[in-house]
């Protein structure tokens, strides 16, 4: 089993790899693979130092499996070619919307995949974490619309903008990613203006969603505002249901659906934060209550690890779900 990470010396690519050997994922031989500007680093794998190979030195190697972060651009151009050799998991957005390509979350739809499939779309962080949420009470209640308002962290944007925020934090001319200064600030602006105002971030949210939960009736709006934490995406949703429900029930189902952790004790201040979601796996929600303001409305705090389960531990999980079915 030959594994390519493309984009290995960036945030999600580096977290990947650590995935993989961590999660003891069965690869006889790692290629990590980056931009020219980058091959030629090494990076540690197993207790073995492995020197960083170009796009096309991992290509030429003929992988049967590719997981690739390296942004929209790198691969539109190269999943292709790898996928002549292997299976690809893109975590970028340049597949998700194709409707011939699987957009997937294995807890709630990686039996959709088959063998026929060569490249499978990794969703959008905020979108990963909210859907993860929304399939069961979807499934038990049906969601007739969804108000989600995003706290994403800088590391979404890259170690680029990590580092604009620690420079800024430290006094120290910053190398500007983002518009404006991004510590103690928030900046109501992930991704890029559209022309109906909305953002691709914002975009993503809304149709991502209904193309996971195969519902494009689901009337959702959305607005994604960055905020000054390193790591963790936080949204706010509130969620208008077709049937009547209990917050019992609401709780049990979320108790019982793999991948989440309720997390519910405002009493006691118990509630999902950021740091506390930090280097872990599972899709954190609490402040659960009703809505009194409108029949059959719920709200929801949501909080994940976006580079985890965001992107990175998704795209792995993917692959685990299609080693496990015969599908590489």
Not at 101 to 122: C, F, H, Q, S, W
């Amino acid at each position: 089993m030959k594994v390519c990470v493309v984009g290995a010396t960036g945030v999600v690519g580096r977290t990947m790899i650590e995935l993989i050997e961590k999660r003891k994922f069965p690869s006889d031989q790692l290629i990590p693979a980056a931009s020219e500007r980058s091959s030629g680093k090494t990076i540690i794998f197993r207790n073995n130092e492995i020197k960083v190979a170009s796009i096309r030195e991992g290509l030429a190697a003929k992988p049967d499996l590719v997981l690739f972060s390296a942004g929209e651009k790198v691969s539109g151009e190269f999943a292709p070619a790898f996928a002549q050799y292997g299976k690809v998991i893109d975590n970028s957005s340049a597949w998700r919307m194709d409707p011939e390509i699987k957009l997937v979350v294995p807890e709630i739809n990686a039996g959709i995949i088959n063998k026929n499939d060569r490249i499978i779309a990794n969703p959008n962080c905020s979108t990963i974490q909210m859907v993860m949420v929304l399939a069961p009470l979807h499934r038990n209640f049906i969601i007739n619309r969804i108000v989600v308002s995003t706290y994403q962290s800088v590391s979404g944007s890259g170690a680029r903008a990590i580092s604009q925020m620690e420079s800024e934090r430290n006094n120290i001319e910053p190398n500007m990613i983002y518009p404006h200064p991004i510590d103690l600030n928030c900046l109501p602006h992930c991704g890029e203006f559209t022309d109906n105002g909305y953002t691709t971030e914002e975009v993503k949210l809304i149709e991502e969603t209904r193309k996971i939960l195969d519902d494009q009736t689901l009337e959702i709006t959305a607005t994604a505002v960055r905020v000054p934490v390193v790591s963790g995406h936080s949204e706010s949703v509130n969620i208008e249901f077709v049937k009547e429900f209990e917050l019992e029930n609401i709780s049990a189902i979320l108790n019982n659906s793999p991948g989440i952790k309720v997390t519910d004790d405002p009493k006691n201040n118990v509630y999902p934060m950021p740091i506390s979601s930090a280097n872990k796996d599972d899709v954190f929600v609490g402040r659960i209550r009703r809505d009194y303001s409108k029949k059959n409305c719920l709200n929801l705090w949501i909080v994940s690890d976006n580079i985890r389960k965001g992107a990175a531990t998704n795209a792995v999980q993917i692959a685990e779900y299609m080693l496990e079915q015969g599908l590489i």
